[in-house]
């Protein structure tokens, strides 16, 4: 009866065994029929960062959802590769996928695990990682396990393990928004991953088991002490000697966080336009997860010179207008140091501080506390400029004769170190505001770009968005179409009242100069060097508008502009970028060309997806040279002006530089031309102008648009920016004249009257003449033929006082 029993008894377990293993194979092949296929690893394209990089490589900025930069198994140096394996999968190179030695030993944990009510341990390997994390997802069940060890076996099966690894060294999360190991070294040390030192390498083999546990800043002691493990691992695993692993454990882990976005420091505004035309191009998508690689145009040299110029002209125009008070007032008996921080640098200017007055001292100094803790000292010089501003009429009150005047205790303020000595400036977040924009005459190529004071007090970009009255920074458009009609610089326009119709129950439009009084009958150089409203106007008329109209439009200033006499003056609103660029097209010679913040964009793959110069090179790429002529590039760009009036135009605006409203710019020593502008009410100030190979624009205003002051103007407000943005820029670049076109005679002139004179005149200047229309040659229609253009013969017109006056 036992031997009965225990035979019954057998085979009933053994088929209930039996019936367990065919249930779990049901249940497993039930699993794995609507498993995904591993094929789609094979074209494995995960969101990888999309980069911004200046000319000079320097990185820029970074978009992406997750920051990933790919990097193929072949540059992964084995460093990583021994890490990695030996913190998660120290059999990754004998197992078939799964590592049934690690499954025992996590399955003699799990059961601790249970009993404790703790999370269960898993034994995934490097390969069930990249089954979860790609095919997958991050359940705890235990159906996901088995699916997960079912494609583990069969992507060993169908990929080698140095694809497998190549998978997972760029998808694993390692915190910080970083996926991958290459974004990983980057965020945390600053470095590629062939710069990595062992400890640097531990430290991120450290991660992937969970990163936040292991962030250094919030959980320094658990993450050395897991880097550490993972460095005792590679020394047990053979990979690092025992004096190596003591030099590691012995390195302090020091991790610097880099930011997502913009990573240089005073290119925001170039860097968020940048973001803007991906963005329009490429989508949400292509631009967050592409990977693209974008080089731009800037120049971080002239970067650097534009935002200082710009930020430092602003300060100047602030402060002729006056302190308008402290931030706020905070009682200096509490915790100050916490209010401080709490208010923080709304300046984004990194070497201001945020102080608080706290009392008086010698010498009529104030003393001031900063944020973090230390004390300063403001001298009264310091203080001299903080007159109170009245703003009714953009003026200021009487000048400080004591700090009482201008600061309180408990005062928040900014402030700035003078010298060593613990001594202070006061400083004012300028409410005045502009921009500058810097190019290439010859390419169009944006070599800097700023659209404000700081892009931490505001991210409204008055370079691209802000569109504002030119002034008299339009007036070139109105000569050249003067001089391809009949004109010379020397011609005579009456500088005189004008009072025109506006139309019915209108009342009279009578235009003034800004000097209040009149030239009388002048040339067309000495109207555009002194700003002359009234003879613009006239010449407007006597032109044409219909005529005048078309040249702004060709140089891209406007889409569109009414034949109004007003937009003569630059009464019609553009964008500095825009003028800018039409002052450009003066200075090569006449040729179109289209502003570009971005010289290439590459694809993840390092393929050209785009290029500005789209210009095909034939023979540059030949392998070898023998004795073949050097190749040239096909010049593209389109003539939309004659030359020759073009370098008429350059030619009178280097002479607003010399003696006219943009003198101011002449101490840089260079040959400079532009010309200022402003508006009605000097609500709108300009100035932009050129290098025989470099063009820039300035522009200075308030946001919601009022008077700058009455003395103030475009040669005041703009120009000195200019100035210092040129003197930096050109410092070490030779002083290239203007190139003269042919078809040019250069006659010497009074600049004054126009007459011929004498080259040892004080006032003679070389007048720029087209061929045939000198003093005393008669000019005929093929003279002013508008080469360019094919537009025929220029008309007659009256160059005296006729007409409509």
């Known amino acids: ?152 076996v069969r992507i060993d099966a169908t990929y080698s393990k140095s694809k497998i690894l190549e998978l997972y060294l760029n998808e694993i999360f390692l915190g910080e928004n970083s996926y991958g190991v290459a974004a990983a070294a980057l965020n945390y040390f600053g470095k590629s991953l062939d710069q990595l030192d062992i400890a640097e390498v531990a430290f991120l083999a450290s991660l992937p088991k969970a990163p936040s546990n292991y962030d250094p800043r919030y959980h320094k002691q658990a993450a050395l002490d897991r880097r550490n493990w993972v460095i005792g691992q590679m020394r047990e695993n053979g990979y690092i000697s025992r004096d190596e692993e003591q030099a590691a454990l012995n390195e302090p882990l020091d991790t610097q966080m880099r930011p997502l976005g913009i990573q240089a420091e005073d290119a925001d505004y170039f860097v968020e336009e940048v973001r803007r035309i991906l963005y329009s191009k490429y989508g949400e998508q292509g631009l967050y997860d592409g990977g693209l690689q974008v080089r731009s145009t800037l120049d971080t040299r002239l970067q650097n010179y534009a935002v200082n110029a710009l930020r430092a002209g602003l300060v100047r125009y602030d402060r002729r207008h006056g302190w308008r008070g402290a931030v706020s007032n905070i009682g200096v008996n509490g915790d100050w140091k916490s209010a401080l921080k709490s208010a923080g640098n709304q300046s984004g200017i990194d070497t201001w501080h945020v102080a608080i007055v706290l009392g008086y001292g010698d010498n009529r100094s104030t003393e001031i506390g900063l944020e973090n803790g230390s004390r300063g000292t403001i001298p009264f010089s310091e203080l001299a400029w903080a007159r109170p501003e009245i703003k009714k009429n953009a003026t200021v009150g009487a000048a400080p004769t004591s700090p009482h005047d201008v600061l309180k205790i408990g005062d928040v303020i900014y402030v700035e170190p003078i010298d060593n000595a613990g001594n202070y400036g006061l400083r004012q977040v300028p409410e005045i505001n502009g921009a500058i924009v810097a190019m290439d005459p010859h390419t169009g190529r944006v070599l800097a770009l700023s659209g404000g004071f700081s892009y931490a007090s505001s991210q409204f970009d008055r370079a691209m968005q802000a569109k504002r009255q030119p002034g008299s920074s339009f007036k070139p458009f109105v000569y050249a179409a003067a001089l391809d009609n009949g004109y010379t610089p020397v011609s005579k326009v009456l500088d005189g009242p004008v009072s025109l119709p506006q139309g019915p129950g209108l009342p009279m439009w009578t235009p003034k100069n800004f000097e209040k009084h009149f030239l009388g009958m002048a040339t067309l150089r000495r109207g555009i060097v002194l700003s002359r409203n009234l003879m613009t106007i006239r010449l407007a008329a006597q032109v044409g508008m219909d005529k005048v109209v078309k040249y702004p439009i060709r140089f891209g200033v406007y889409d569109k502009l009414p034949p109004y006499l007003s937009n003569a003056i630059g009464a019609y609103e553009t964008t500095l970028m825009r003028m800018t660029t039409g002052y450009a097209e003066f200075v090569n010679g006449g040729k179109k060309i289209d502003a570009t913040l971005i010289d290439r964009i590459q694809d993840r793959n390092g393929k050209d997806i785009y290029r500005h110069d789209s210009r095909d090179c034939q023979g540059c790429n030949t392998p070898a040279w023998h004795n073949q002529a050097e190749p040239l590039l096909p010049d593209t760009r389109a003539q939309i002006i004659d030359p020759r009036t073009a370098y008429q135009i350059v030619s009178m605006l280097e002479g607003v530089v010399q003696y006219g409203t943009g003198k101011v710019v002449k101490s840089v020593g260079k040959p400079l031309a532009g010309k200022t502008g402003t508006s009605n009410e000097s609500k709108d100030t300009w100035f932009v102008g050129f290098s025989p190979d470099l063009a820039c624009g300035v522009f200075v205003g308030f946001d919601n648009p009022r008077t700058l002051g009455r003395y103030e103007q475009g040669a005041t407000a703009a120009a000195p920016i200019f100035r210092d943005f040129m003197k930096g820029a050109l410092e070490y670049a030779p002083a290239t004249p203007f190139r003269v076109p042919a078809g040019i005679d250069l006659v010497s002139v009074d600049r004054i009257t126009g007459s011929p004179a004498s080259p040892n005149s004080p006032t003679a200047i070389l007048e720029a003449f087209k061929a045939g229309t000198e003093p005393g040659i008669a000019v005929t229609d093929e003279t002013n033929n508008l080469s360019a253009q094919g537009k025929g013969p220029a008309s007659d017109v009256d160059q005296g006082t006729g007409g409509l006056y």
């Open 1 to 152: 009866m036992f031997r009965r029993v225990l035979v019954y008894g057998g085979l009933g377990l053994g088929a209930l065994a039996l019936l367990g293993v065919l249930v779990l194979v049901g249940y497993v092949y039930s699993l794995s029929r609507d498993l995904p296929s591993v094929e789609a690893l094979q074209n494995y394209q995960p969101p990888v960062t999309t980069r911004v990089y200046a000319g000079n490589g320097d990185l820029l900025g970074e978009y992406a959802r997750e920051r990933r930069i790919f990097v193929p198994i072949a540059f992964v140096p084995k460093l990583v590769i021994e890490a990695f394996t030996s913190a998660e999968d120290k059999n990754f190179y004998s197992h078939p996928g799964i590592d049934p030695s690690g499954i025992m030993r996590a399955a003699g944990k799990d059961v601790i695990n249970v009993l404790e009510h703790k999370r269960l341990e898993g034994a995934s390997t490097i390969t069930q990682q990249v089954a979860k994390n790609m095919l997958l997802n991050s359940q705890v069940k235990f159906s996901r396990k088995i699916k997960e060890a079912i494609l583990a």
